[in-house]
Each structure stands twice: as C-alpha cells, then as structure tokens.
C-alpha cells in the first residue's frame, strides 16, 4: 500500500482540527500521545526565555510531531505521516496561551477588546526521520467589549482551553470585526499551509 492510500496519522485532540481535515478529504486515524490524561503533558510547552512566538509555536509543532513519530516506532504502528499543530495568540509581542482559569480568561479578553493581535499556528509533518514544517500568521481585530460581554461569555466554559481565551468559530465570532489571514489558521489547522505539507509527502487532497 503507498503512502498516498493510507492517509496520516492526527497527533491531536482538538475537534477543530479534524473537521478542517475532514473539509479537505485527507484520511486519518488518530494518534493520541497521552491515553491517560492524568499524565503530565507529553510537550513542554513553556515558551523558553526571550524565544520569539514563530520560533515558539514551529519549536511545540515539531516537538509534537517528533514525539507522534517515536510513538508509531514504538507501538510498532504501520508506517505514514503524524501531522502535529500548535496556536498561540500574540498580543504587544506577548504570548497568551491558555487561560489558567475564569480570571485569567476575563484579563485576556479585555487587553483583546478593540484591539489587533496576531494568531500564530504552526503545523508540522513528520514520517520517520523526514520533518516538514509551516506557519501560518494571522491578524484579528475585536470590537470594544463590555464587562457584560466578557462574563457573560466566560460563564460558558468556551474560553478555558483556547489559546489567546476565545474560539473565534464559536461564541467569541461575535467579537470579530476583520480578519487578514488564515481563518482556517486561527482554528488551529491552516488549510493552505497543511496542504502544501501533505503534497510533499505525496498525501491527496478529496
């Protein structure tokens, strides 16, 4: 069987990322590296000091993808492609990763309020020893944002385990006035950029 008839393996739990797969028709089996989520994180995903967020979110994609590989080798698994991503939002040249809780999400939506950030989703491919990688850099602005709109839309839960506090293809779409970029980007699987890695290890799209 070639590469091309088996697909890829997704080293990811995010619900986004295999819809975004799905829209492009590229076959997959998911490849979860922590089965028991009580484990710590298999990636640290502290940023390193000084370390700008394009080299950050490429150095978490690709430490991603390089454990996905050792994985497969482990277990022994059939040979294809592990795609990884990792998305960070960047606000005054500041990485905002996930919220610690409801107070850290309420701080991070009122600096984003009326405010440009940018989003940054790196994706990484990886299949034995060969690694490909890409970038995807995208500009987001919200309107102004009442205290109202902010509690209200951290009692829904939706901001805890996103980058940057907010989905912008969920609740928080209501806060965005522009985009200039990648919407499938901002998601977490930039499709343009994911496609271009599929095409060099010979993956079909539909």
């Not at 497969?72 to 990763?97: E, H, M, N, S």
């Not at 600096?111 to 850099?137: D, K, M, P, W």
């Amino acid at each position: 069987m070639s590469v091309r008839d088996k697909g890829i393996y997704l080293a990811s739990r995010s619900p986004r990322r295999r819809e975004l797969l799905k829209q492009i028709g590229v076959p997959f089996e998911l490849l979860l590296l922590r089965e028991d989520l009580r484990r710590g994180a298999d990636v640290d995903e502290t940023p390193l000091p000084d370390e700008s967020p394009g080299v950050y979110v490429l150095r978490v994609a690709g430490a991603k993808v390089t454990a996905a590989a050792r994985q497969i080798a482990f277990r022994g698994l059939p040979q294809k492609p592990a795609l990884a991503a990792d998305t960070t939002v960047v606000f005054d040249d500041r990485i905002l990763g996930k919220p610690l809780n409801a107070g850290d999400a309420t701080r991070m939506l009122r600096a984003l309020s009326g405010r440009e950030h940018q989003v940054l989703t790196a994706v990484a491919l990886a299949l034995r020893e060969q690694i490909e990688t890409q970038i995807s850099v995208s500009s987001v602005w919200f309107h102004e944002l009442t205290d109202a709109d902010i509690r209200r839309y951290v009692a829904t839960g939706e901001p805890l385990d996103k980058a940057g506090g907010y989905a912008i293809q969920g609740r928080a779409g209501a806060f965005v006035t522009r985009i200039a970029g990648s919407y499938s980007g901002i998601m977490g699987l930039p499709l343009a950029e994911t496609a271009e890695l599929l095409k060099r290890f010979d993956i079909p799209l539909w």
